[in-house]
C-alpha cells in the first residue's frame, strides 16, 4: 500500500468512538453492540485511559461458562463488569502510524478493530471495515498505482532470482552435468 500521510490511521480511523467504562455490567455492554452495530470498543477507566477492548468475540467467549474462571453455571453474566471479560492487552496504534502497518497487524494476528491512543488516552477507533469500505478510493489513488507498478516489478525480479538455482539445475540435469547426490533447494 501507497504510505502517504494520507494512508495513515488518522486517515481511515472513527474520530467519535464509542468507549465504555470499565465498570459497565455486560447487560449494557449488550445493549451498546446492538445500538451501534460495531464489532468492538474501547474501555477506558475514570480518567479516559484505555485499559482494554471488547470485542464481540471476547462477548461470545463470556457466554461460553466452562471458558470463563469468574463465571459459573449459576452466575448471571448480564450482572458482571465488562472489565471481567474484556481483552487487558490488545493491540493500539497512534494517528501517525502508517495503514501498512496496521493491515499487517490484521493478517497477523487475525484481530480486526484497534484503539488508536495518545498519551494513554484514547482518540479514535481503527474498524478493518472502514478501509474495506475504501479500498477502491486508496487503490485508484495515483501515487498508489506507482508504488504498486514499482514493488509489482521488485517482486517480480525477486522470484526470478531465488528460482535461479532451480533454473541452474534444471539446465545442468539436461546437459548430463547434474549428479544425482546434489539437489538445490
Known amino acids: 500500500m501507497y504510505e502517504s500521510p494520507h494512508y495513515q490511521v488518522k486517515s481511515i480511523m472513527d474520530n467519535n468512538p464509542v468507549a465504555i467504562g470499565k465498570r459497565v455490567s455486560m447487560s449494557l455492554v449488550l445493549d451498546i453492540f446492538a445500538k451501534y452495530d460495531l464489532d468492538a470498543f474501547p474501555i477506558v477507566d475514570n480518567e479516559g485511559r484505555l485499559?482494554?477492548?471488547?470485542?464481540?468475540?471476547?462477548?461470545?467467549?463470556?457466554?461460553?461458562?466452562?471458558?470463563?474462571?469468574?463465571?459459573?453455571?449459576?452466575?448471571?453474566?448480564?450482572?458482571?463488569?465488562?472489565?471481567?471479560?474484556?481483552?487487558?492487552n490488545c493491540y493500539t496504534f497512534t494517528p501517525e502510524t502508517p495503514l501498512t502497518e496496521v493491515l499487517e497487524k490484521i493478517i497477523k494476528t487475525g484481530k480486526m478493530n484497534f484503539p488508536v491512543v495518545e498519551d494513554g488516552r484514547v482518540v479514535g477507533m481503527f474498524y478493518a471495515r472502514d478501509v474495506v469500505k475504501r479500498i477502491k478510493q486508496i487503490m485508484t489513488h495515483k501515487g498508489y498505482q506507482s508504488y504498486y507498478s514499482y514493488h509489482k516489478k521488485e517482486v517480480a525480479a525477486q522470484r526470478n532470482v531465488e528460482n535461479i538455482p532451480k533454473l541452474a539445475a534444471r539446465i545442468m540435469e539436461s546437459r548430463g552435468l547434474l549428479h544425482q547426490e546434489v539437489t538445490f533447494v
Not at 54 to 76: C, E, R, T
Open 51 to 88: 485499559v482494554g477492548i471488547i470485542s464481540d468475540h471476547d462477548v461470545l467467549k463470556a457466554f461460553l461458562f466452562h471458558k470463563v474462571p469468574k463465571a459459573s453455571q449459576g452466575d448471571n453474566i448480564l450482572e458482571h463488569e465488562v472489565s471481567e471479560f474484556m481483552t487487558r
